[in-house]
C-alpha cells in the first residue's frame, strides 16, 4: 500500500517529498484587482509545512474570467512581483508551490466585473438563484482566451512557482465548454464530445508551449475537474470516463478528482458499484497519478484515500488546523483539530476577509 511519506516523481521530472498536498480553496483575501496581500502570503506559508505540494486557491487569466472579490489574479505581468513573494513563502517550508489558474465564465456576475457581461461557452444560465445571462465568447475571444492560459502558464514560471492546476472543476469556464448544458455552441468548439473537448485540447497545447520555452526546471501542471453535473443535459460519468482517457494520455502530471466526499457515489445507476475515485482510477489505470480529496481529517481518512489514489489533498482540515501535516508526520493526531467546523470558525486566527467568508459558509451550512 502507498504510504503519504512516500515520495512521488511526475513524468515531468519534478518530485514531491510526499503525497500530501493542500487542496485550493477560495480565501477572498487579494486585493480588488487581484493583487496578492501580505495577509495571503502569511496564510499560505503558515500552512505549508509538512506538506509535498500547496495549490493556491484560483487564479484568474483574464480581467473577465474573475470570480469573486478578493480573488487572486495572474492576469498580467504587473502580478508577477507579488506571486513571486507567494511562491517563495510556501517554498521556505521545503514543499512545493503549485498555482491554481482558473477563467470563472459564466460563474460570477457584473458587479465583479466592473460592469461588464458575464461570458461562457453558449448565452445560457447556470443553473442557480442568483445566476446571470452570459454572453458567448467570439471565435476570436475563445481563441484570446486559450492562448490566456499559456501567458498564466508563463508568468507562474517567472514567478518561481513549481506548477500550475488547470481548474477545469466547478462549473467554470473549461468545464463549460466541455459540458452540454453550458455549450450549445454549433462551430469548432462545440457539439460532439470531440468538439467540446478541442477548448481543453488547444489549452493544453498552450500551457505545454509556455512550458517549454520558459520553465527551466521540471514544471508541474496538473488538472482538476468534477466528475458530474446535476443539470439536464450535463456531464454524466460516461463522458467523465472519455475526458479522463483524453487527460491520461496528454503531458498532464496529474489528475486532481473535485469531490466534497472521497468515498462519495454516482448518482448514475450504472456507476454505484463503486465510488467515483474509484471509477476515475480504474480508468486512469496507472497512467497518470490520481489526486483524491473531500472531507480528509484524520490520519484513516488519509490512508483510505491513498487505497484508491496517489495523492491526498486536504482542504478545509488544514484550514482551521495549519499545522495538521506536521501533527501527522510526528504522529501528535491528538493534537488534532477535530471541532465542526462551524465552531472552528470562531477560534482559527483568521483574516477579515477569510473569517467572514468562512463565517458565511459554516454558518449558511447550519441554516439550510
Known amino acids: 500500500m502507498t504510504k503519504f511519506t512516500d515520495e512521488t516523481k511526475f513524468a515531468s521530472g519534478a518530485t514531491l517529498k510526499n503525497r500530501l498536498m493542500m487542496s485550493p480553496m477560495t480565501t477572498t483575501q487579494s486585493f480588488y484587482n487581484g493583487e496578492i496581500t501580505k495577509d495571503e502570503i502569511e496564510y499560505?506559508?503558515?500552512?505549508?509545512?509538512?506538506?509535498?505540494?500547496?495549490?493556491?486557491?484560483?487564479?484568474?487569466?483574464?480581467?473577465?474570467?474573475?470570480?469573486?472579490?478578493?480573488?487572486?489574479?495572474?492576469?498580467?505581468?504587473?502580478?508577477?512581483?507579488?506571486?513571486?513573494?507567494?511562491?517563495?513563502?510556501?517554498?521556505?517550508?521545503?514543499?512545493?508551490?503549485?498555482?491554481?489558474?482558473?477563467?470563472?465564465?459564466?460563474?460570477?456576475?457584473?458587479?465583479?466585473?466592473n460592469g461588464e457581461q458575464i461570458v461562457s461557452a453558449s448565452d445560457i444560465p447556470a443553473l442557480r438563484d442568483?445566476?446571470?445571462?452570459?454572453?458567448?465568447?467570439?471565435?476570436?475571444?475563445v481563441k484570446e482566451t486559450i492562448k490566456s492560459f499559456g501567458e498564466a502558464t508563463r508568468r507562474a514560471i517567472q514567478a518561481g512557482f513549481d506548477g500550475i492546476e488547470l481548474h477545469g472543476a466547478n462549473t467554470y469556464l473549461i468545464q463549460q465548454y466541455f459540458s452540454p448544458h453550458s455549450n450549445r455552441r454549433t462551430d469548432e468548439y462545440g457539439g460532439d464530445r470531440d468538439h467540446r473537448f478541442n477548448f481543453i485540447k488547444e489549452m493544453l497545447v498552450e500551457v505545454f508551449a509556455a512550458v517549454d520555452e520558459y520553465a527551466t526546471k521540471p514544471f508541474i501542471v496538473g488538472y482538476r475537474f468534477s466528475p458530474e453535473e446535476f443539470e439536464t443535459p450535463g456531464i454524466r460519468m460516461?463522458?467523465?470516463?472519455?475526458?479522463?482517457?483524453?487527460?491520461?494520455?496528454?503531458?498532464?502530471?496529474?489528475?486532481?478528482?473535485?469531490?466534497?466526499?472521497?468515498?462519495?457515489?454516482?448518482?448514475?445507476?450504472n456507476y454505484k458499484a463503486q465510488g467515483r475515485l474509484d471509477y476515475v482510477r480504474d480508468w486512469v489505470n496507472g497512467r497518470k497519478p490520481v489526486v483524491g480529496v473531500g472531507g480528509v481529517r484524520t490520519r484513516q481518512d488519509v490512508e483510505n484515500v491513498?487505497?484508491?489514489?496517489?495523492?491526498?489533498?486536504?482542504?478545509?482540515?488544514?484550514?482551521?488546523?495549519?499545522?495538521?501535516?506536521?501533527?501527522?508526520?510526528?504522529g501528535n493526531d491528538a493534537a488534532m483539530?477535530?471541532?465542526?467546523?462551524?465552531?472552528?470558525?470562531?477560534?482559527?486566527?483568521?483574516?477579515?476577509?477569510?473569517?467572514?467568508?468562512?463565517?458565511a459558509r459554516y454558518h449558511s451550512v447550519i441554516l439550510s
Open 44 to 113: 499560505y506559508s503558515d500552512r505549508a509545512a509538512g506538506l509535498g505540494a500547496v495549490i493556491t486557491g484560483a487564479a484568474n487569466v483574464e480581467d473577465l474570467g474573475k470570480g469573486w472579490f478578493g480573488e487572486l489574479s495572474v492576469a498580467h505581468d504587473e502580478m508577477i512581483p507579488g506571486l513571486s513573494a507567494l511562491a517563495k513563502g510556501i517554498q521556505s517550508k521545503d514543499t512545493k508551490a503549485i498555482l491554481q489558474i482558473v477563467h470563472a465564465g459564466r460563474m460570477t456576475h457584473s458587479a465583479e466585473l
Open 130 to 141: 442568483d445566476a446571470e445571462t452570459p454572453r458567448a465568447q467570439t471565435l476570436e475571444e
Open 238 to 269: 460516461d463522458d467523465t470516463k472519455w475526458l479522463v482517457d483524453q487527460l491520461s494520455e496528454s503531458r498532464l502530471d496529474y489528475l486532481h478528482v473535485s469531490l466534497n466526499k472521497y468515498a462519495s457515489v454516482s448518482r448514475d445507476e
Open 306 to 330: 491513498l487505497e484508491v489514489a496517489d495523492l491526498v489533498a486536504v482542504g478545509q482540515q488544514i484550514l482551521f488546523d495549519p499545522t495538521w501535516a506536521v501533527k501527522l508526520i510526528s
Open 337 to 359: 483539530v477535530q471541532i465542526p467546523f462551524k465552531d472552528a470558525v470562531e477560534i482559527t486566527p483568521l483574516s477579515l476577509p477569510l473569517y467572514e467568508f468562512a463565517a
